[in-house]
Structures are given as C-alpha cells and as structure tokens.
C-alpha cells in the first residue's frame, strides 16, 4: 500500500471518529429522572390557595391524574368567595374547570390587556369571536413577550372548544416557532421561557423544545420545589412559573399522542 493511500485511509478515519463524536452523544443523550422533580413541586403547589394556580392544577389533575390537586375546584370557590373584588374576573374564568359556568357577554367586554387575548377564546363555542379577533391575535403575535404566549393559549382553547380557528395554518405555524425562540440558551430559567414551554407542550409541539431546556429546569428548581420568576434560585419560589414547570415536566415525563383538553368537557 503506498504511503499516500495510508494517508488518505488515515484522514477517512479520523473524519469517522470526530463525526461520531460530534454526532452520537447528542442522539444518545437522555433526559434525566423527572420523578423526584415532580414529586417536589406537587409538595410546593399543595399548599398553594393563588386562585389562578388553582384552576391549572385542576387542569394538570384532569389531564394526568395527580390525586393531589383532585379538590382544586372546591378550593377555588372559596378562594373566589372570599375575594369579592375580583369576583367577575376569577367568576369568568372559572370555566376552565367547569364548561357550564354562567356568565354573560357582556362581562367578557371588560376586560383588556393579555385577559382581552384569551377571555374570547375560552367562550367561544358559546359567543363566537369578534370580526376584529384574528386580527387582535397577530397584532400581540408581534409584540413577543408574554403576547405572544397568550396569542398561543387563545389558540390552544379555540381548538379545544372545537371553534373554526382565525389564523391560517401557516400563522399558527409561524407562531409554534416563534414561542419556541422565546426559549434562549443561556443558564437562568425564566417564567417565560416555562410559559413558552410548556404551551408549546399542551399545544402538542414539545418536538421543538430542546431537550437540554428540560434539564436546564431541573437545575433551576428550588429546594422547595418550586421556581422563581426570575430563575435566579436565590429568589422566593412563586406559584406562576412553579405550576408551568409542572406542567412542563409532566407532559415530559408522561407522552401521549393524545391528552384530555385543558378546558373542562361538557358534563
């Protein structure tokens, strides 16, 4: 064999090696344990009484069976009732638990900001949607931020409600990638990126979060089992990004091609 042949072969074996090294860990890495994780946080949200809070952790026993949270409604209305100042708001979305919550239209016209986003949305099937929401929904699309996480839940109850959706096929598209750039690489685990997350997760597009995210949220958990809004670890643990990260976590842990809605089903 001549020198410039071993040479060659050499170079082909070299770009063999560096290709398997660059290539095969990537695919053989594996999530860690969720178990312990999760169990932390349902300890964390047993004790939460934030009526919000409360409404997902029905949603979260519904969807995946967590015993713990099975009274999340009953505990909801007592909240409810014992804050009377927030009473039309809270009375309003209390049908994310429970399809045949009264109300009527009129009340879902007082609200503005990210609530103005996904209230229509959750009525849909029972008012219908404005002529002016498509484009209500891609004017907040634009604004990134927690807009553009509402602009996906408001998406995520329309279909639940079985509503023809506003937006074409190629818009929600657009808008699954663009929740999922929300997710940057950087160490801190912030309560939008598990927003962005864990809709993506409930939208049933959790292809497109990377899975070093996961571990990343395990990392940033806090002793008590929660996470704080900024992700620094050295900041209180709150019920908002807490119940994402469950939430998160479980759809990791349990896949399914298929989960209960997140919206109470007719009874």
């Known amino acids: ?21 660059l290539i095969i860990p990537p695919l053989l890495h594996t999530i860690p344990d969720l178990e312990l994780p999760i169990k932390n946080v349902i300890g964390f ?12 952790l029905d949603v979260i026993h519904r969807r995946f069976g967590i015993e713990e949270f099975a ?4 505990r909801y209305d007592q909240v409810l009732n014992e804050l009377p100042g927030e009473q039309l708001q809270l009375h309003v979305f209390r049908r994310i638990a429970d399809y045949d919550n009264p ?3 009129r009340d879902l016209e007082r609200f503005v ?21 498509a484009e209500l929904l891609e004017n907040n699309e634009s604004f990134g931020d927690y807009e553009l996480t509402h602009v996906l839940l408001a998406v995520i109850w329309m279909q639940d409600n079985g509503c023809e959706l506003p937006l074409s096929d190629r818009s929600i598209k657009n808008l699954y990638r663009s929740n999922a750039a ?9 309560d939008l990126e598990l927003e962005a997350a864990a809709f993506l ?7 497109l ?6 571990e990343r949220v395990i990392t940033a958990q806090n002793d008590d089992g929660g996470w704080s809004i900024s992700g620094d670890r050295q900041d209180e643990s709150n019920w908002h990004p807490s119940v994402l990260g469950l939430l998160l976590l479980l759809h990791v842990e349990f896949p399914s091609n298929s989960y209960p809605p997140t919206l109470s089903p007719l009874s």
């Open 1 to 21: 064999m001549s020198l410039s042949k071993q040479k060659v072969l050499l170079f082909v074996a070299f770009i063999i090696v560096l290709f398997s090294l």
């Open 45 to 56: 949200l047993d004790l939460s009484n934030e009526p919000h809070a409360l409404l997902w």
């Open 71 to 74: 009274d999340s409604l009953q």
């Open 103 to 105: 109300i009527q239209q």
């Open 113 to 133: 900001g990210l609530d103005r986003l996904v209230v229509p949305a959750l009525y849909c099937d029972r008012f219908g949607i404005s002529d002016d929401y």
């Open 182 to 190: 929300l997710i940057n690489n950087d160490s801190l685990v912030e």
């Open 201 to 207: 997760y409930v939208a049933g597009q959790g292809e």
């Open 209 to 214: 979060v990377d899975d070093f995210f996961i």
